[in-house]
């Protein structure tokens, strides 16, 4: 099936929403175990809050890895459909991967962009984004074909949707507000490793 959004939308179209609202409709939508890779900072505190999945995995002070940990699982776990949930900050300091994951065509596997034009944690000095970079364009540009701005909540759980239906990779890009996290995620990574391991069926 040829990738065609209904309704194509740039960045400045795209509506801004709540990340935590669009995180728990992404994962409302997830029925077949999917793994969910949630990046640093307060895209993973919203994923915590959402539902303490086993197959989630909340990365604590890797930067830019999100992604890159992601294509890991989904090279290892083939037949498991795999989301990377990654802010522009973060992205920005990995852009590489995009290339990587293209050339590697890795069919299972969805990355979603939390793109506030900030790297919010750390007190919410401006991205590049916020003046000039959109990270949709760069993806496609990197090889990506199958990426677009969501252009609202409906768009976004249609985009996921069809992520979690069709052969990959995607990039699903989402302008999001700079509301505070609804938890913090427990900081304690050898047992989120396990958990994240036995949700994966790798470890007993």
């Given at each position: 099936?040829?990738f065609?959004?209904?309704?194509?939308?740039?960045?400045?179209?795209?509506?801004?929403m709540?990340?935590?609202?669009?995180?728990?409709?992404?994962?409302?939508?997830?029925?077949?175990?999917?793994a969910?890779?949630g990046?640093?900072?307060?895209?993973?505190f919203?994923?915590?809050?959402?539902?303490?999945?086993?197959?989630?995995?909340?990365?604590?002070?890797?930067?830019?890895?999100a992604?890159?940990?992601?294509?890991?699982?989904?090279l290892?776990q083939p037949?498991?459909?795999?989301?990377?949930?990654?802010?522009?900050?973060?992205?920005?300091?990995?852009?590489?991967?995009l290339?990587?994951?293209?050339?590697?065509?890795?069919?299972?596997?969805?990355?979603?962009?939390?793109?506030?034009?900030?790297?919010q944690?750390?007190g919410?000095?401006?991205?590049?984004?916020?003046?000039?970079?959109?990270?949709?364009?760069?993806?496609?540009?990197?090889g990506?074909?199958?990426?677009?701005?969501?252009?609202?909540?409906?768009?976004?759980?249609?985009?996921?949707?069809?992520?979690?239906?069709?052969?990959?990779?995607?990039?699903?890009?989402?302008?999001?507000?700079?509301?505070?996290?609804a938890?913090?995620t427990?900081?304690?990574?050898?047992?989120?490793?396990?958990q994240?391991?036995?949700?994966?069926?790798?470890?007993?």
């Amino acid at each position: 099936m040829a990738f065609s959004p209904n309704q194509p939308v740039t960045r400045d179209q795209a509506k801004v929403m709540n990340r935590f609202d669009i995180t728990k409709r992404m994962v409302a939508l997830l029925r077949q175990e999917e793994a969910v890779i949630g990046g640093i900072g307060y895209t993973n505190f919203d994923l915590w809050a959402a539902e303490r999945r086993p197959q989630n995995f909340y990365m604590l002070g890797s930067m830019g890895l999100a992604v890159p940990i992601a294509l890991g699982v989904a090279l290892a776990q083939p037949q498991r459909k795999v989301i990377a949930l990654e802010g522009d900050g973060s992205l920005l300091m990995q852009l590489g991967c995009l290339g990587t994951v293209a050339a590697r065509a890795q069919k299972n596997l969805a990355i979603v962009i939390m793109d506030n034009g900030a790297y919010q944690i750390t007190g919410g000095q401006k991205t590049v984004t916020d003046q000039c970079v959109d990270l949709v364009a760069v993806a496609k540009a990197s090889g990506l074909a199958q990426s677009a701005w969501a252009a609202d909540e409906s768009a976004f759980e249609e985009l996921i949707s069809l992520s979690l239906k069709e052969d990959g990779p995607w990039l699903i890009g989402c302008r999001i507000d700079n509301a505070k996290p609804a938890d913090t995620t427990e900081r304690d990574p050898p047992k989120l490793k396990d958990q994240f391991m036995r949700g994966l069926g790798v470890r007993k």
